[in-house]
């Protein structure tokens, strides 16, 4: 399989501070791309990095990708209290099928 | 962007029945859709992808004749959840795709059914 592995599977921080979550896959890909799901709501997407990028921005957001060692991260900078959310990361192979890592429950403290 | 709606948001039923959820997408054209299902505090797992007019390919694991996927029409997919039982009970996400399986063409995910089996 190579559905993702997301580190940490907690994550509490204040508001304010950055956080970083951490994806790891298993084998080749297309791209990877980063979700949000509030609780119990559906998933919202943040945003795709292809297999030949290696940084992408989008807002308080920044996503790496290293292929080498089959990793991404998510860096949210100055997170907000708004940004209490479950967060997946998501590996699109040859099958063009998305399969979800184990996700990272984030909670930004006021 | 692209909207996928879809019906109803939440459902209870007793154990036993069958319940049918809608997938629609509303401002495209879904030749794949898949269906995806989330245990609480788990991630979400694929259950079968379908192709338009073709039959749903199911994922290890997952019985076809129990989850009777059918996907008639572009713009909607339903999922039956047959002679369903408490262990049924979860949250169904259902995604939609425009262009074949095996294009890049990005996924847009619907809002999630709830279904309570009592």
């Known amino acids: 399989s190579q559905q993702g592995e997301e580190d940490p599977q907690a994550l509490s921080i204040q508001e304010g501070e950055n956080a970083t979550m951490n994806c790891s896959y298993k084998t080749s890909i297309n791209n990877l791309q980063w979700y949000r799901q509030n609780s119990g709501r559906g998933l919202v997407h943040l945003i795709l990095?292809?297999?030949?990028?290696r940084e992408k921005h989008s807002g308080r957001l920044r996503v790496t990708l290293d292929t080498s060692k089959k990793s991404s991260s998510l860096l949210i900078t100055a997170s907000r209290a708004a940004d209490t959310a479950s967060y997946f990361c998501?590996?699109?192979?040859?099958?063009?099928?998305?399969?979800f890592g184990s996700g990272t429950q984030l909670t930004v403290l006021p | 962007g692209a909207v996928v709606s879809q019906h109803p948001s939440w459902v209870i039923c007793k154990s036993g029945t069958s319940v049918k959820i809608e997938c629609r997408s509303l401002?495209?054209?879904?030749?794949?859709m898949f269906w995806y299902r989330q245990f609480p505090k788990q991630s979400l797992m694929l259950m079968a992808t379908?192709?338009?007019?073709?039959?749903?390919?199911?994922e290890q694991g997952v019985e076809k004749d129990k989850f009777l996927i059918n996907h008639a029409s572009l713009t909607l997919s339903t999922l039956t959840v047959t002679s369903a039982h408490p262990e049924d009970s979860s949250f169904y996400i259902c995604?939609?795709?425009?262009?074949?399986?095996?294009?890049?063409?990005?996924?847009?995910f619907g809002p999630g059914t709830r279904l309570t089996v009592t």
């Open positions: 401002d495209f054209q879904a030749t794949t």
């Open positions: 379908s192709n338009e007019g073709s039959k749903a390919t199911y």
């Open positions: 995604s939609a795709r425009g262009g074949l399986a095996g294009s890049s063409y990005e996924q847009y």
């Open positions: 998501a590996v699109s192979g040859s099958a063009r099928q998305l399969t």
């Open positions: 990095i292809r297999s030949n990028e």
